[in-house]
């Protein structure tokens, strides 16, 4: 708790013979809590294939508050709040975009659009709104096999 102390004086006539009255008053305020920046401590999985399209990624860290999302490379996802410890972010790669791959079999070259991102590492981090974001993590996406379509035929 926050005391403040508020002091009143009231005069009507400023001549030195006027009565003058003044009271004094304490208020106790429960103090403002300052919020430290949310923190990173770990992800769930730590990585994905390419292409993982049902990935539901856990953040876990602290200081994390209702409206917390979590940003992919820089872009927000869509983002549960759990609690204040961990934030799940579902079909993750599904959100980030499709990849592309370029196949050529037989001389043709055939484009295979894949859901989620690409290949890399992208860099994850945690924005809590009034806050400063979290210092980032990376997380990888490991290239993998694909059981993508191309014009009917398995890939």
Do not use: W
């Amino acid at each position: 708790m926050t005391t403040i102390a508020v002091a009143v004086s009231t005069h009507d006539d400023p001549s030195p013979s006027s009565n003058t009255a003044s009271a004094t008053s304490t208020v106790q305020a429960p103090a403002l809590p300052i919020r430290s920046a949310p923190v990173i401590t770990g992800l769930s999985p730590a990585s994905a294939k390419e292409g993982d399209r049902r990935l539901t990624l856990v953040v876990n860290g602290s200081n994390f508050a209702p409206g917390a999302v979590v940003l992919f490379d820089g872009r927000p996802v869509t983002t549960t709040f759990i609690s204040a410890t961990s934030l799940e972010v579902p079909n993750l790669l599904k959100q980030v975009g499709p990849s592309v791959r370029v196949v050529r079999r037989r001389g043709h070259h055939r484009v295979i659009r894949l859901p989620g991102f690409r290949a890399g590492t992208a860099s994850i981090t945690v924005l809590v709104p009034g806050q400063d974001p979290s210092p980032a993590v990376s997380f990888t996406v490991r290239k993998g096999r694909h059981a993508g379509r191309a014009n009917g035929r398995s890939v």
